[in-house]
């Protein structure tokens, strides 16, 4: 007897019915080419989102390959009837000898099959690629190392996503992968996804659950096409989806405009912040909520900037920070001198602790001078007195002490430093490129304007970046195109003259340059806030030590300028930003010197240029609060939003259920052989939304037997089921008859005509009186479930 609550699945020998339960293995001995290309096209659409992450396009053409060949194998491998486990297998080795072919030909045997060469050539690529991904902003230039992670990556989601659609017929789970994909854009880059890649992926997604349905659609009758109309459905459905995953947002609080959109987007750098200062301190200003909490306590009377690393090459597409492997130092608990400059140095100690930062830099006060207790293999670069972790990106949590000597030089003492002579430092400090933007140029020109000595000139530059003719906005350069690093974003910076605190940053530094001074870009920490309290564990002295706490929000750049006697010293050019520490303040204009070397010396007591109009310092964006009065006027729009939003979300899977009824009882009123099979399907569908369900083994009697005797059916509930089962039994069973009988030249059996009998049609009332009767025994929570989230909408035990 034939399983009719379970769709068979199609029997390799097309002559043979399928006995009861019958089951073969999903798509053994056919390619399922339909399932397959539409897993490659959707793989493919995903990727389009990794532009922007990658620089250009060239990452795209070896990108198809690494995709379209490996989904080619598998196809093979179904096409042949392999075991299951195999096909993915194939697919996998096709990837490996894609891989071989793509980046090392030259030390493969036969230029594609892998060998001792290739493995070494592999391990080189991934150590390029983490060292990119550690050391630039987005966009990355599209390096060997980049492009053979991401075909390698992309290649293997392919492989899964295909072993799950086509081979293991689970379309639905094949979008795992393809989030996997977009979630790459979504996190890394600051506008995230948007609107347009997320549309492509989601018709990716489309496509495959599209072959997948026709994939698995199995007609009543055999010879027969899909249900007309099917087609337009699934396209109105789909696509009422997308607008509606698209329109969204507009309406809802928080979010701003696109897929995943800036501040709402997932960010997975929050709980492990600073993998790369560089790479996440946009993003980390721009969440709308504080994430990754750093504690420290400190000797110093005032709270301390937190450095983990420095920007000193200008040159090139992208700033990052120079690793300089060869010339750094092991042994971080005794670093150095005992001090970076020779004018009013202090020295403090500093105990930090996170349990949430996790980056290869480790942050320390600027002039580290020794570290103890932190946990991995750390190693120093005596040029930027960075300490970088050798083996990984650093373990979290982490809870060390920093010794340091804090400069304190005064403005009377910056003032009488000379020019740097030339050797003094390493040239990476004052090197330019030849291509250097003219509105900089100008802009440095308007800045410095008479000032002479090299305070005169650092002080002129911080004043013109501080002043009124520019803004901080974490806005403006993702509107603008112009968010992170590089030459070019510096031009358009000087340009539109709004952005934060790497722009301001990189601005000063290179403007400081070429000026003469040696400069750089240091990233790290802001000093926080106060928690009001004190360690716990007081200094080695036995003095207190206040606590300080820092987190996401206090992401900061600041340019770090070089003195004759002073070394390395910190200005502040980001406008509500940091501080600017007492050295830094403009004075109107410097008071006669009494220095007895002024005589000796013309520099000293030089008029320090009148300050720029500097806008009063607002609070931080992130830390800025609506009081009610701002938000009570649109309140009630975003609440009516936010239900009518609830009431469609609820309402949806009643509408698609009601909708399937409708269809169905219109299809059972149509004239034809067939009325009966639509209020079974019904019926089936009933039992499943009340909680009983149908089993792969049962037939209708015993699927009807058991719905009645565990729902506790009364008499005209019974009777109505037993006349929809009887009517089902006797339309199944004599069409099966009839096809099994004489049709097999086109003649009907002896005896009969060739017009078919017509099965009686069971009557839609009696669909009605079985779903009465299961109202009336479920219980309430079962009721709801039934008609706001029907089961029977993910789960078919019998096909439409």
């Known amino acids: 007897m034939t399983a009719v609550l379970n769709r068979p699945a199609p029997d390799p020998q097309p002559h043979r019915p399928a006995g009861p339960g019958r089951r073969t293995a999903p798509g053994r001995g056919s390619a399922n080419l339909g399932v397959g290309a539409a897993t490659a096209a959707a793989v493919l659409l995903c990727s389009l989102s990794l532009h922007g992450v990658i620089e250009g396009w060239s990452w795209l053409a070896p990108l198809v390959l690494a995709v379209l060949l490996p989904l080619a194998a598998t196809a093979g491998a179904r096409r042949l009837g392999l075991p299951l486990p195999v096909i993915p297998v194939a697919g996998v080795a096709a990837l490996i000898m894609t891989l071989t072919g793509l980046f090392a030909s030259s030390v493969s045997p036969l230029g594609f099959l892998p060998g001792p060469g290739t493995l070494a050539r592999a391990d080189a690529l991934l150590l390029e690629a983490r060292t990119i991904i550690i050391t630039e902003v987005t966009p990355v230039q599209a390096l060997p190392g980049i492009v053979f992670l991401c075909c390698a990556g992309i290649g293997l989601v392919a492989v899964l996503s295909d072993t799950l659609a086509a081979t293991l017929r689970m379309p639905a789970t094949a979008g795992l992968g393809l989030v996997a994909v977009v979630m790459i854009p979504a996190v890394l880059l600051p506008e995230s996804l948007g609107a347009g890649y997320f549309t492509l992926a989601a018709v990716g997604y489309l496509l495959v659950l599209g072959a997948g349905a026709r994939r698995e659609h199995q007609p009543a009758v055999p010879g027969a096409g899909p249900p007309r109309g099917w087609l337009g459905r699934c396209a109105a459905v789909s696509g009422a989806a997308l607008i509606l995953a698209l329109m969204l947002p507009l309406v809802l609080p928080g979010f701003t405009a696109g897929a995943f959109p800036q501040g709402t987007r997932f960010n997975f750098w929050s709980g492990t912040t600073g993998l790369n200062p560089v790479v996440t301190l946009g993003n980390d200003l721009r969440q709308p909520q504080s994430a990754g909490r750093i504690t420290y306590a400190t000797s110093s009377d005032e709270p301390v900037y937190l450095r983990s690393t420095t920007l000193e090459d200008f040159s090139g597409s992208r700033w990052a920070p120079d690793l300089r492997t060869g010339e750094r130092r092991n042994g971080v608990s005794g670093m150095g001198s005992d001090g970076g400059s020779s004018l009013s140095d202090k020295r403090v100690v500093t105990r930090i602790s996170s349990d949430t930062y996790s980056s290869p830099w480790l942050l320390a006060p ?179 030590m206040r606590l300080f706490e820092v987190d996401s929000t206090d992401a900061h750049a600041w340019p770090e300028l070089y003195f004759e006697d002073a070394g390395w010293v910190r200005f502040e050019p980001t406008p509500s930003r940091g501080s600017v520490p007492d050295y830094a303040q403009q004075q109107a204009q410097t008071q006669p010197s009494t220095n007895p070397r002024a005589d000796e010396d013309p520099r000293i007591g030089e008029a320090v240029p009148a300050p720029r109009p500097t806008p009063r310092e607002t609070p931080l964006a992130p830390e800025a609060v609506l009081e009610p009065a701002e938000t009570g006027s649109t309140a009630w729009l975003w609440t009516a939003a936010a239900v009518l939003a609830a009431a469609a979300a609820a309402c949806t899977p009643w509408s698609l259920r009601r909708l399937r009824t409708l269809r169905r009882r219109n299809a059972s009123t149509v004239s034809n052989a067939a009325r009966s099979a639509p209020v079974w399907d019904e019926l089936a569908d009933l039992g499943q939304d009340y909680g009983y369900p149908g089993q792969v083994s049962d037939t209708p009697r015993s699927y009807a037997d058991r719905l009645g005797r565990q729902a506790g059916f009364n008499a005209g509930a019974q009777e109505a089921l037993d006349r929809i089962r009887r009517a089902y039994e006797e339309e199944l069973y004599s069409r099966a008859a009839r096809q099994a009988q004489g049709t097999q030249h086109g003649q009907p059996p002896p005896g009969q005509s060739g017009t078919a009998v017509r099965s009686p049609a069971a009557d839609w009332s009696d669909i009605r009186t079985v779903e009465s009767a299961l109202g009336r025994t479920a219980r309430l929570p079962d009721r709801l479930r039934a008609r706001f989230l029907p089961p029977s909408l993910a789960v078919r035990f019998r096909h439409d």
């Open 366 to 544: 600027y002039y580290p001078v020794g570290v103890t207790g932190a946990e991995g293999s750390w190693s120093w670069d005596p040029k930027t007195m960075t300490v970088l972790n050798d083996d990984d990106d650093g373990p979290a949590p982490q809870a060390y002490q920093v010794v340091s000597v804090l400069a304190a030089p005064t403005p009377q003492q910056l003032a009488v430093a000379p020019p740097v002579p030339e050797g003094t430092v390493d040239p990476v400090f004052t090197e330019l490129p030849d291509s250097l933007p003219g509105n900089i140029a100008e802009a440095t020109r308007e800045a410095v304007g008479s000032a002479g000595t090299p305070y005169a000139k650092a002080m002129a530059i911080q004043d013109y970046l501080r002043s009124a003719e520019f803004s901080y906005s974490l806005d403006a350069p993702v509107d603008g195109g112009y968010d992170g690093n590089g030459l070019d974003v510096l031009s358009k910076f000087m340009d539109r003259k709004a952005g934060y605190c790497v722009h301001f940053a990189a601005a000063m530094a290179v403007m400081a340059r070429q000026e003469g001074i040696p400069s750089r870009m240091a990233l790290g920490y802001a000093p926080g806030r106060s928690t009001g309290k004190d360690s716990e564990v007081p200094g080695p002295g036995g003095e207190s």
